[in-house]
């Protein structure tokens, strides 16, 4: 079940978790570097003195049996970029399944803010070479083409670790 003070969380002014304690909202304001860790699989971004806020989705945001991703960023400024992120093993076609998932129950959320981009990251045990030829790859892109003014390669997908910028994000178009 998703909480149902995100509506109001996910606004740039409102600085920690409406319910208390829920252990969705785990940071949210201004550093240098993001990190989403999970069984030696590592997700960075470096924020570039952004707002930016780190919820916890699974068992978190959502807390429920549903399929669902591990963490969702959300890079506030003119254009805001929401990340959501999957530390996965070795299945990739369940992480880009776990990520539309999340993507179906959460983006038509972010009515309130009208200029915004969505992204998939996937950090997995090892390189799955023909992965974007499989249906799982296509229905994810296709859900990010769809939420996005334009599209793009909305999707990255890397072996352990994945490090990139605030300012890469805008050239995965």
Known sequence: MLCKLFAQCYAENVESCLKKKRGCLDFKGKCSVLKCEENRKVYRLTTEGCKIAKYHVDSGLINDATQKCDYMLICYGNECKIVFVELKGNDTNHACDQLKATLDLLADRFTKIGNKRFFARIVNTKSVPNIKTTAHYKNLR?????????????????SRKLDESLSNLESSK
């Open 142 to 158: 296709a859900k990010l083409n769809l939420l996005n003014p334009s599209n793009g390669e909305y999707i990255k997908i890397s």
